[in-house]
């Protein structure tokens, strides 16, 4: 089993922003979930775990070893898919991989092609090994972006905000994806879609203004706002006097009409009881941390 470790983790670009502060997480083998808006600090977080950033305070371990002293500790087997990730030469697929495998230290030419070979297959791009990555799709790009990030075996993988920009079929072979390879390793997902969160993550943290305002796992999220919100239609007109009053949790168009969900501990005078989802959790918790 493999952990990772953050302890009060904080950053401060040279500009002055303070992008994280006060984080803290444990995670171990399986998908875990960031999920935030965008500028929340997710690019910034994994930044710091990958090395490419050095945190203004607190500490990162990998299988208990602090990787400020020894950052070979998670180097090595490391694989990350930057949310920019636009390395698109005018190479095959095979070409760049195996390129990168070089600069991964597989040395062994045999061991390396094989290796690429399995990989083409496991993402879905062996028969596209000789075409230039330049020509890809969307979705090709993002599941060679897995590729290159899987060589030489990692233990933990780093993927941020990668379903950004693909379709739907994409997005959900994407996912299957990497639900299969976090069977033995850690894959920290960033994302802003809920969706992705709910239909991969056993455990997940949501991140805002810099620090994680709630983690644990989806069920036992949603589990806490069982019996506590309530649904109506109101007036456009009633909506200001709803939010002075309660916490609103979500509010939906339907047919054109307006549908507020609150957040109360008791029922509410002409509201249905509402049955929680996760999108009720990540929306609450972005609430309280805007009125902080
Ligand atoms: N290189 C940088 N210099 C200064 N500020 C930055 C830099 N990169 C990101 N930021 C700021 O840090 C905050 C977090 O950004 P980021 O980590 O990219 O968030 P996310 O990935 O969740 O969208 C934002 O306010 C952003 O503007
Ligand atoms: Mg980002």
């Given at each position: 089993?493999n952990?990772l470790?953050?302890e009060q983790?904080?950053?401060?670009?040279?500009n002055?922003?303070?992008?994280?502060?006060g984080?803290?997480?444990?995670?171990?083998?399986?998908?875990?979930?960031?999920?935030?808006?965008?500028g929340?600090?997710k690019s910034?977080?994994?930044?710091?775990?990958?090395?490419?950033?050095?945190?203004?305070?607190?500490s990162?371990?990998?299988?208990?070893?602090?990787i400020?002293?020894d950052p070979?500790?998670?180097?090595?087997?490391l694989?990350?898919?930057?949310?920019?990730?636009s390395?698109?030469?005018?190479v095959?697929a095979?070409?760049?991989?195996?390129?990168i495998?070089?600069?991964?230290g597989?040395?062994?030419?045999?061991?390396?092609?094989q290796?690429i070979?399995?990989l083409?297959h496991?993402?879905n791009?062996?028969?596209?090994?000789?075409?230039?990555?330049?020509?890809f799709?969307g979705?090709?790009?993002?599941r060679?972006?897995v590729?290159?990030?899987?060589?030489?075996?990692?233990?933990?993988?780093?993927?941020?905000?990668?379903?950004?920009?693909?379709d739907?079929?994409?997005?959900?072979?994407f996912?299957f994806?990497?639900?299969?390879?976090?069977?033995d390793?850690?894959?920290?997902?960033?994302?802003?879609?809920?969706?992705?969160?709910?239909?991969?993550?056993p455990?997940?943290?949501?991140?805002?203004s810099?620090r994680?305002?709630?983690?644990?796992?989806?069920?036992?999220?949603?589990?806490?706002?069982?019996?506590?919100?309530?649904s109506?239609?109101?007036?456009l007109s009633?909506?200001q006097?709803?939010?002075?009053q309660?916490?609103?949790v979500s509010?939906?168009?339907r047919e054109?009409e307006?549908?507020?969900t609150?957040y109360?501990e008791?029922p509410?005078a002409?509201f249905?009881?509402?049955?929680?989802t996760?999108d009720?959790?990540y929306?609450k918790?972005?609430?309280?941390?805007?009125?902080?």
């Amino acid at each position: 089993m493999n952990s990772l470790s953050i302890e009060q983790l904080g950053l401060t670009y040279r500009n002055g922003v303070q992008a994280l502060s006060g984080i803290d997480l444990k995670i171990s083998n399986g998908m875990f979930g960031l999920l935030g808006p965008n500028g929340a600090g997710k690019s910034s977080l994994m930044k710091c775990i990958v090395g490419l950033l050095q945190p203004s305070q607190g500490s990162i371990s990998f299988n208990g070893s602090p990787i400020k002293q020894d950052p070979d500790a998670i180097r090595k087997y490391l694989g990350y898919l930057p949310q920019d990730f636009s390395v698109y030469p005018r190479v095959t697929a095979y070409q760049l991989l195996n390129h990168i495998a070089c600069l991964k230290g597989l040395s062994d030419a045999r061991a390396r092609s094989q290796q690429i070979d399995l990989l083409l297959h496991k993402v879905n791009l062996f028969e596209a090994r000789n075409k230039e990555v330049l020509t890809f799709s969307g979705g090709m790009r993002q599941r060679f972006g897995v590729a290159q990030a899987l060589l030489g075996s990692p233990k933990i993988m780093i993927v941020d905000e990668p379903t950004a920009g693909l379709d739907p079929s994409e997005r959900s072979r994407f996912n299957f994806l990497l639900n299969e390879i976090s069977k033995d390793v850690i894959v920290l997902l960033s994302t802003h879609l809920v969706e992705d969160v709910r239909n991969l993550c056993p455990a997940m943290a949501i991140l805002a203004s810099g620090r994680i305002v709630k983690q644990g796992r989806p069920a036992d999220l949603i589990r806490q706002l069982d019996g506590k919100l309530w649904s109506a239609r109101i007036p456009l007109s009633d909506l200001q006097r709803y939010e002075d009053q309660f916490q609103l949790v979500s509010k939906d168009l339907r047919e054109g009409e307006l549908q507020v969900t609150v957040y109360a501990e008791s029922p509410v005078a002409g509201f249905t009881a509402q049955k929680p989802t996760l999108d009720h959790v990540y929306f609450k918790a972005l609430d309280q941390e805007t009125k902080r």
